[in-house]
């Protein structure tokens, strides 16, 4: 992949973890989310009535690029939704247009106001992989919901998952084989084995525009016109979370 040739390799790699939490508070109407990892420093807040949302607000601590300040507005498609669309509803066609990271919390956001008022944290852990096996694993309020050992993209073990890619077709397979807990706690896992991949590179160490990366184009909000022409990525925007995660502060608002 060209893009990966303009980095330089990570020399710790294989000494440390990818990490993500989110943590989930609901609370007099109310949801606020809050995702923390080593590339991304991202929160999300929505309000809700009668079992659908009527506003959404989104914001970062720590971003990858300088396109992703404005992520919140395309996330104003979700208000008047109800709390409990379908995924296979959710992730057609609009992430693309969303940061997807910042979307994947709304989407758990949403799932948390059809819960009742308290607060809920997933984490999520990738080890480093040199050889490119792993064992990449989900708690959920300190019990594990996940644990998959993978080799590449296919997931190796428990057996009845065996075959699977985490790349290919994973939203349709995992609503076939999850529910619940099982299925939130499968997408975060998912992502956070991709977005794992780039502790294999130092990606922060100076500013790039996005223009360099044309296979990128239209992935996401941040890398799609005109955003893309004029943003970069950003130097300084990663934080190692191997020895456990940095949480960032709740946003200032009024519940």
């Known amino acids: 992949m060209r893009a990966l040739k303009t980095y330089r390799r990570n020399p710790d790699y294989g000494s440390g973890a990818f990490r993500r939490r989110i943590r989930l508070i609901h609370r007099a109407g109310a949801v606020l989310g809050m995702l923390d990892d080593n590339n991304h420093a991202i929160w999300v807040r929505l309000r809700h009535a009668e079992g659908a949302i009527t506003a959404i607000s989104g914001g970062f601590h720590r971003w990858p690029t300088t396109g992703c300040v404005d992520a919140e507005i395309p996330l104003q498609s979700l208000v008047g939704m109800s709390a409990a669309t379908p995924l296979s509803e959710l992730y057609h066609g609009l992430p693309l247009l969303n940061c997807t990271h910042m979307f994947d ?3 758990m956001t949403m799932r948390h106001a059809g819960r009742p008022e308290g607060r809920r944290v997933w984490d999520a852990v990738v080890p480093d992989a040199p050889q490119d096996a792993l064992v990449a694993s989900v708690e959920l309020d300190g019990a ?9 993209d296919i997931i190796m073990e428990p057996a009845a998952l065996a075959g699977q890619s985490v790349v290919r077709r994973f939203l349709p397979w995992a609503q076939a084989h999850f529910t619940g807990d099982a299925l ?3 997408l975060m896992l998912r992502m956070a084995v991709f977005v794992s991949l780039a502790r294999r590179y130092v990606t922060d160490d100076r500013d790039r525009p996005l223009a360099d990366f044309p296979e990128r184009h239209g992935v996401c909000h941040a890398y ?8 970069i990525q950003r130097a300084g925007a990663v934080v190692d979370q191997s020895n456990g995660v940095v949480e960032q502060p709740e946003p200032r608002f009024s519940w």
Request: charge should be positive; aromatic fraction near 8%.
């Open 105 to 107: 919390l709304a989407v």
């Open 184 to 186: 939130e706690g499968a």
């Open 224 to 231: 799609s016109s005109p955003r893309f022409e004029r943003s």
């Open 144 to 152: 594990l919901v996940h644990r998959w050992k993978l080799s590449g």
